[in-house]
Nanobody, 130 residues
Framework: QVQLAESGGVSVQPGGSLRISCVAS????????MGWFRQAPGKEREGVAS???????TYANSVKGRFTISLDNAKNTLHLQMNSLKPEDTGMYYC????????????????????????WGQGTQVTVSS
């Protein structure tokens, strides 16, 4: 079992920056993937950024160049640094884990598909508004 706990979500103005974090506990295999997903009211959950234990990353086109995902292995913590925030970035942000990541095992980039991740946190709310 893996437990994930997100933190850091707040309200910010457009153009601002924010870092959210996710602490993971439990056992994962050596080749794992973690990701950030978001869900706005009335919309489906969508992948934002993901990272493999190898360090390879995948970003949604809407956040490329603005968001950076990172892993602190020593602290079992996943971060998402968000810059140049826009109102459309508003949503509940969820941390997710794929404890045995097939794409990483095969040397590929991590997925942004909701269906590929087995464990989920409770979410942290990010609101971008003036």
């Amino acid at each position: 079992q893996v437990q994930l706990a997100e933190s850091g979500g707040v309200s910010v103005q457009p153009g601002g920056s924010l870092r959210i974090s996710c602490v993971a506990s439990g056992n994962m295999y050596s080749k794992y993937c973690m990701g950030w997903f978001r869900q706005a009211p009335g919309k489906e959950r969508e992948g934002v950024a993901s990272i493999a234990s190898s360090g390879r990353t995948t970003y949604a086109n809407s956040v490329k160049g603005r968001f950076t995902i990172s892993l602190d292995n020593a602290k079992n913590t996943l971060h998402l640094q968000m810059n140049s925030l826009k109102p459309e970035d508003t949503g509940m942000y969820y941390c997710a884990a794929e404890i045995q990541c097939l794409r990483s095992i095969l040397g590929g980039s991590p997925s942004l598909s909701v269906a590929d991740f087995e464990y989920w946190g409770q979410g942290t709310q990010v609101t971008v508004s003036s």
